[in-house]
């Protein structure tokens, strides 16, 4: 059972997620909590690292952003033995969640259940903080924001778990944000790859890594409300989302686009007068890769002359990208540091911007999915700025002011709108 950050907001919400864990408890189930911070914790001390220093070092950061996991691991095995059920909390270096050493971004290697199955064993509830691990030096890393999510499906698949149910603030998946869209449908099962694209194209419910995590381990994962009623059916019979393979799911051809999703964290920089050249767009991602920044969709623009500092004229591209809005100082600071080794004349960056995209298995046996998308947004009068697709995903970048009209106008597009709203 994993629970996020507003499920632990406070006392009282930590005193219901431990009523609920008693319930799986007392109905025979072994059980092991992952939780986050609570809601608002992280950010918090993000801020506190960066009011510290901008270019703060990622090892110091990630000491101080596990401490809020650790807070609301050891208050909920609190809450726990205050109502009779036997349990301790398990921190990522205990048990040890072995990661690598990409502070901030830590990726998870092994982890050693055996004191952990031991514990349950002993009919103990384990209480893990989410999010955190250590590496084989012994310093504490953090597995990037969302983290929770990663760390819950590792330990489901560490533990051979019968399923990983992520509890949240929303109980389930729907075909977009219902906040934007009324008419969103929820959705009672999405394929691992269908829950990929749409986490990694901003679907704020499942972290992208802990999806990838369980589609490689084949880890069934629920996704479910948190704020149903004491007295709501178990867990296993409450009608979230499954995320499950491809064989679970009857005739996935029939529909044609799963979801839609929008992401406001990215920030699109773009490069002048690169030369163009063999080795110029390596030149560009290397340093961004040693600096483990991920860069999302890429531009290179047909090549024009430039003169160049002999008065000569030569070959010249720009290039334009995106990374995490996080990431853009580390990326600036990394390109600026390699300017005389790419040669490019201008850095320009924009925060406003959004990435729409719409996601669906259907679109292997579909054609026309990415002509429907240019069309409907060009009539709103909706500039496209950037495009990436992959096998099931067609993805676009604009202005940030048009997000919610080009979520709105792509899910009616699609039929995705349900006959009444929510």
Known sequence: MKFGGTSMAGIERIRSVAARVKREAAAGNQVAVVVSAMAGETDRLVGFCREAS????PREYDVVVAAGEQITSGLLAIALQAIGVPARSWLGWQLPI????????ARIGTIDTQALDASLSAGEVAVIPGFQGVTADGRITTLGRGGSDTSAVAMA???KADRCDIYTDVDGVYTTDPRIVPRARKLAKVTYEEMLELASVGAKVLQTRSVGL???EKVRVQVLSSFTGDDAP????????MIVGEEEIEDVERQLITGIAHDKNEAKITLTSVPDKPGSVASIFEPLAAANINV???????????????????SATDVTFTVPAADLPRSIEALNQARETIGFGELIHDMRVAKISVVGVGMRSHAGVASSMFTTL????????????????????IHEDETELAVRVLHTAYGLDADEAA
């Not at 072995?98 to 971004?105: G, I, N, P, V």
């Not at 060009?378 to 970048?397: H, M, P, Y």
Request: glycine share 6%; proline share 5%.
């Open 54 to 57: 901008p270019l703060y070092d």
């Open 98 to 105: 072995h990661t690598d050493e990409a502070f901030a971004k």
């Open 157 to 159: 698949a560490a533990m």
């Open 214 to 216: 369980a589609m490689k």
């Open 234 to 241: 178990m867990a296993d019979t409450l009608p979230g989302t």
């Open 296 to 314: 999302d969709m890429i531009i290179q623009n047909i090549a024009h002359r430039s003169p160049s500092t002999t008065g000569a004229s030569s």
């Open 378 to 397: 060009g009539a709103r009068g909706i500039n496209i700025q950037a495009i990436s697709t992959s096998e099931i995903k067609v993805s676009v970048l």
